[in-house]
């Protein structure tokens, strides 16, 4: 018989804990397991192979602790790996489910967009996985999607940068890279859980008619709705309003940039997968 545990949150890194942040301001009755894979961060410029093969260790890792239910917090891993677990991996496990954060924001980002034209920023994997471009198109079938790599970004954030003059350069790099390619994008999804920490830079260095998406409250409300449709997971969902972090790397240095994304103190442990 299967037991209540907490709901898995993961992500390559710290990107991660903004997502969380937004799961648990919308669903604070849960418990929560988040894990940063910091020692191997970041994802985003790995092979679908070495993501995939990290982010199911990641996954068994969860479903050891006693969850029934993990989100991949992380675009790069719901790229390049989320599908793959899902077909190969989960019909070996009973009432255990993986989710990504790429599919709940196409499914709506269309909506957004008078022109039609919307533009995706994201981590080179992100990017060259062509995920959004597909998973929009499936929604959104005549919207034009135009991507734009932003490599430089999550180093960026994770050195404590992000609020410097210094990463003015390449905010407005990435951003006047993106509009050369259409004027007419009126829409821009932030395709990497890091990126909300450059929201105010971001969205300085676009026109004020453009509309940013943020995926925290996006996946939030589509866990909400998921947890509704799929009883049988959700009584698996244990509610005790805890949250509990782990990292793969130092505990100190996470606890430190953690709280960045989190918004607030965190205490975390360290994670042996």
């Given amino acids: 018989m299967n037991t209540k545990g907490p709901i898995g949150i993961f992500d390559s890194g710290y990107g991660g804990l903004t997502i969380l942040k937004a799961i648990a301001r919308q669903l604070p ?131 404590g940068e992000h609020n410097r003059e210094g990463a003015d350069y390449f905010v407005k790099e990435y951003i006047y890279s993106l509009l050369s390619q259409c004027a007419d994008i009126d829409t821009v999804l932030l395709g990497c859980t890091h990126y909300p920490l450059l929201m105010d830079k971001i969205k300085s260095n676009l026109p004020h008619t453009v509309t940013v998406i943020d995926q925290g409250i996006i996946v939030a409300k589509s866990l909400e709705d998921y947890l509704k449709r799929h009883a049988e997971i959700e009584i698996l969902c244990s509610k005790n309003g805890l949250k509990t972090f782990y990292t793969t790397d130092n505990t100190e240095t996470f606890d430190q940039l953690g709280e960045l994304f989190y918004g607030d103190k965190i205490k975390s442990v360290k994670a042996v997968l």
């Avoid at 239910?69 to 390049?80: E, F, G, M, Y």
């Fill in 29 to 159: 009755e849960y418990d929560y397991l988040y894990l940063g894979d910091n020692a191997r961060a970041p994802y985003g410029n790995r092979s679908y192979e070495t993501v995939y093969q990290y982010t199911l260790q990641a996954v068994e890792w969860f479903f050891s602790k006693g969850c029934s239910l993990v989100i991949l917090a992380c675009n790069t891993a719901s790229a390049k790996a989320l599908r793959s677990i899902q077909q190969q991996n989960l019909p070996a496990y009973t009432n255990k489910k993986v989710l990504g954060v790429i599919r709940p924001t196409a499914e709506i980002a269309g909506n957004y967009s008078v022109s039609g034209h919307i533009g995706v920023l994201g981590t080179t994997g992100t990017i060259k996985s062509d995920s959004y471009k597909m998973e929009m198109h499936k929604f959104f079938p005549q919207a034009n999607i135009y991507q734009q790599a932003c490599p430089m970004w999550v180093p960026i954030i994770e050195n």
